[in-house]
């Protein structure tokens, strides 16, 4: 078994920042690509930014400039720095994370986490 958990979302007025951070944990070898996606009401999920074992990133054209990914391997720990934050970033994120098990069938495996609610809004 192995899940991710997403923490650090909350309320936050515009122009504001806020740090989420997915930690992945259980039956872990190695982790591939991790990322963040996030999904408004009435909208479908959608990508935020990603992070390569590597270290190379990919972000929505939306949040370029403003959001940063970051990844700790040893903390199998994914971060998102959120600065200038605007009303339209309010989001539920979820963490997505590409696992290598240690228990058969020993492949990769793409696990999401549950969410975390950010609100942007004065």
């Known amino acids: 078994q192995v899940q991710v958990v997403e923490s650090g979302g909350g309320l936050m007025q515009p122009g504001g920042s806020l740090r989420l951070s997915c930690a992945a944990s259980?039956?872990?070898?190695?982790?591939?690509?991790m990322g963040w996606y996030r999904q408004a009401p009435g909208k479908q999920r959608e990508l935020v930014a990603i992070?390569?074992?590597?270290?190379?990133?990919n972000y929505a054209d939306s949040v370029k400039g403003r959001f940063t990914i970051s990844r700790d391997n040893a903390k199998n720990t994914v971060y998102l720095q959120m600065n200038s934050l605007k009303p339209e970033d309010t989001a539920a994120y979820y963490c997505?994370?590409?696992?290598?098990?240690?228990?058969?069938?020993?492949?990769?495996?793409?696990?999401w986490g549950q969410g975390t609610l950010v609100t942007v809004s004065s």
């Open positions: 997505n994370a590409n696992i290598f098990m240690a228990i058969p069938p020993h492949s990769y495996r793409e696990v």
């Open positions: 259980g039956s872990i070898v190695s982790i591939g690509t």
């Open positions: 992070i390569m074992a590597g270290g190379s990133t």
